[in-house]
């Protein structure tokens, strides 16, 4: 309870790594788990090395699907245009780039023991990134009905 933090039903799309370097910060004592997708890990991907460098450790799950899966059907011209769609990246190869430790899930069996070993590193001082390899949603959340 009262541990959750994050937006409601609009966010400035990045903002959970800088989110999460606070909320460290303000509670050294908690597990920190920030999840993002890859398109929200390409606006501020590079405050990794801010929690590396500051030395705060927390865990971002980047759930790596290739585009901007919220809005599936949408934004033709940013798809055809500007590939918003056809998002490519090694985020695990980012992250260690940066100083952070890296974890790639390509299972769903993989995760329990992934986020077993990042809660261990943030121990241990270390920023950690799990680059969590999923599909692009066919449709909206059943939930928006």
């Keep these: 309870p009262h541990?959750?933090?994050?937006?409601?039903?609009?966010?400035h799309l990045g903002f959970g790594i800088p989110l999460m370097i606070g909320a460290k910060l303000a509670h050294p004592d908690k597990f920190c788990l920030n999840m993002m997708g890859d398109g929200a890990f390409g606006m501020s991907g590079?405050?990794?090395?801010?929690?590396?460098?500051?030395?705060?450790p927390i865990t971002t799950v980047v759930l790596n699907n290739g585009g901007m899966a919220?809005?599936?059907?949408?934004?033709?011209?940013?798809?055809?245009?500007y590939g918003v769609s056809h998002m490519l990246g090694d985020y695990a190869a980012h992250a260690r780039a940066m100083g952070a430790e890296a974890i790639t899930v390509k299972l769903p069996g993989e995760m329990v023991q992934a986020l077993e070993s990042a809660k261990r590193l943030n121990a241990d001082g270390k920023?950690?990134?799990?680059d969590v390899h999923s599909n692009m949603e066919g449709r909206r959340s059943r939930w928006d009905r």
Excluded: C, H, N
């Design 3 to 11: 541990s959750y933090i994050g937006w409601g039903k609009t966010t």
């Design 46 to 56: 590079m405050d990794l090395e801010t929690s590396v460098r500051a030395q705060v």
């Design 127 to 130: 920023t950690v990134l799990i």
């Design 70 to 81: 919220t809005y599936p059907g949408g934004f033709p011209t940013a798809r055809e245009r």
